[in-house]
């Protein structure tokens, strides 16, 4: 787990087993748990809490004051917003242990939780998706979705490179950063390669 190109700070604490990948950054305060598998580059915030089981993809970025907790699953390239929320339970009661109940919380590929965020445990996030600040998840959220609101709906589709897209009468629409295509079929989008 320790190697030179993982930058650990001295007010962190690393729970062993674990493993951690090369160029990961640790920031002040920050506690991972047993058994957990973090990815290569990833930079975890100040104040975070990654519980024990939880497996992080490669470049995963997690700003201050995150609990990540058993159950969640975050593929290659996901940010992870200030303070944004995971849950693991439905129905937690204090005096009641349902540790044999945490809820799975898949977060795919290249997706994006905005700031404050929260996200009820069960429901995943597709590809690409796009996660307002604020926003409260309730219900699995589609490729390249953009999310808002509370509960959360649906307003609109977002590119690969996080800018809205604007669907023309062919149902096709070009990200303005990346120049990539898009086109929207039956209620989804898809990437022409």
């Keep these: 787990m320790k190697d030179a190109n993982i930058s650990i700070h001295a007010t962190a604490v690393v729970d062993e087993p674990c493993q951690i990948g090369a160029g990961t950054k640790v920031w002040h305060f920050t506690h991972i748990m047993k058994n957990c598998h973090i990815g290569e ?3 975890l915030g100040q104040n975070v809490v990654i519980s024990p089981d939880v497996v992080l993809g490669n470049n ?3 700003q ?5 907790y058993t159950g969640v699953i975050c593929e290659d390239d996901v940010f992870l917003g200030p303070s944004m929320v995971f849950t693991n339970v439905t129905n937690p009661r204090s005096a009641v242990i349902r540790r044999d109940q945490y809820a799975k ?3 795919k590929i290249g997706a994006t939780i905005g700031a ?3 996200i009820v445990c069960g429901h995943d996030i597709g590809r690409f998706a796009f996660i ?6 309730t219900k699995n959220v589609p490729d390249y979705a953009l999310v808002v609101g509370n509960p959360s709906r649906q ?7 996080g800018h809205r897209l604007e669907f023309d009468e062919t149902n096709h629409a070009t990200c303005p950063e990346s120049n990539q295509r898009y086109v929207l ?3 989804q989008v898809q990437k022409i390669a």
């Design 116 to 118: 404050n965020a929260t």
């Design 132 to 137: 307002g600040a604020g926003a409260v998840v």
């Design 41 to 43: 580059n990833c930079n």
């Design 185 to 187: 079929k039956d209620n």
């Design 64 to 68: 201050n004051n995150v609990s990540i």
């Design 155 to 161: 307003i609109g589709w977002m590119s690969e490179y």
């Design 60 to 62: 995963v970025k997690v």
């Design 105 to 107: 919380t898949t977060v």
